[in-house]
């Protein structure tokens, strides 16, 4: 199981006994933000790989 | 930081965005909720202005405006002797616009039903809070509430939360106040298991936004040699 999968279920599981609707938001928003960031962090790594194949090939 | 949400509605009480909004924040202890009345304190509303960092004025769009009690508000407590002239008793504070509108984002732009961007009509606000040296934040807009998912929704409130009581809104500091929130949390959890769990997911947010620094930093570095080379 990747990182992002075991923090999505451990956000989802919260969510399911949350008991008011304050905290089910919470839950919703938190495993989006988390969602989100690793999406950036998969993005940076392409822009990592990117930036230091130019650097290494000159071009 | 203290937060001051100014609410001008002609019917409060029958409207739906703002009965959301105002249970939205209920829980946030730093935001002062306060709706115009019929007459003004003009000293109190002064008063409350010096001593809230982010003002946020909240109404539904009428008209390409604010309703009317906002308009009296904005000529009858924001005085030249107060606001601007000589001293800027608000300079340095954060103005906020959260509004309502019954008409779809999609026509507010350009060739667009309305002809017109959000930005373009709520710019005498961006004004004024120059004129009074205020940081104008981006304003947080809410289109046809009443056809929103319910999963839509809950984001919303959060949403709405962090634009009260965020510090900045970076990705980072995002990512801070949902730590904050989480240890609020952790902190009146009455099971053990899941206090544990709170603090799991505070540290796996943790690991990875300073994972995501770290990339940002050395994909900046590599394109500052690329810059030097």
Same mark, same amino acid.
């Given at each position: 199981?990747?990182?992002? =999968? ?40 392409? =822009? ?8 290494? =090939?000159? =071009? | ?27 946030? !202890? ?15 509303? +002064? ?10 004025? +909240? ?42 509108? #019954? ?40 289109? +046809? ?56 997911? #505070? ?21 500052? !040699?690329?810059?030097?080379?």
């Amino acid at each position: 199981m990747t990182e992002e =999968n075991w923090l999505q279920q451990q956000i989802q599981q919260l969510q399911s006994q949350a008991t008011t609707y304050e905290d089910q938001a919470f839950y919703q928003a938190l495993g989006q933000v988390s969602h989100e960031l690793a999406q950036r962090i998969e993005q940076r790594k392409v =822009n990592w790989m990117a930036a230091s194949g130019t650097r290494q =090939n000159g =071009n | 930081m203290k937060t001051l949400v100014i609410v001008s509605h002609p019917e409060i009480e029958n409207s739906m965005v703002q009965n959301f909004l105002k249970a939205s924040c209920a829980g946030l !202890e730093e935001v002062t909720w306060h709706v115009l009345p019929s007459i003004l304190d003009v000293a109190f509303e +002064q008063a409350q202005l010096k001593t809230h960092d982010r003002i946020i004025l +909240q109404f539904p769009l009428y008209w390409y405006a604010a309703p009317a009690s906002l308009k009296n508000w904005l000529d009858t407590v924001l005085t030249g002797d107060f606001a601007f002239n000589g001293s800027q008793p608000l300079a340095g504070k954060e103005f906020g616009l959260v509004v309502s509108t #019954g008409i779809a984002a999609k026509h507010f732009q350009a060739g667009g039903s309305e002809q017109a961007t959000m930005s373009e009509i709520l710019r005498p606000y961006e004004l004024v809070a120059r004129k009074l040296g205020m940081t104008y934040l981006t304003p947080f807009v809410i289109h +046809q509430l009443g056809y929103w998912s319910e999963t839509a929704k809950q984001l919303l409130v959060v949403d709405y939360q962090r634009y009260l009581s965020q510090q900045n809104f970076t990705l980072t500091d995002k990512v801070a106040w949902f730590q904050a929130q989480l240890a609020q949390r952790q902190a009146v959890a009455e099971d053990e298991a899941q206090q544990q769990q709170l603090v799991l997911i #505070g540290e796996q947010l943790a690991e990875q936004s300073e994972l995501l620094t770290d990339l940002n930093w050395q994909v900046q570095m590599i394109r500052q !040699e690329e810059g030097e080379g």
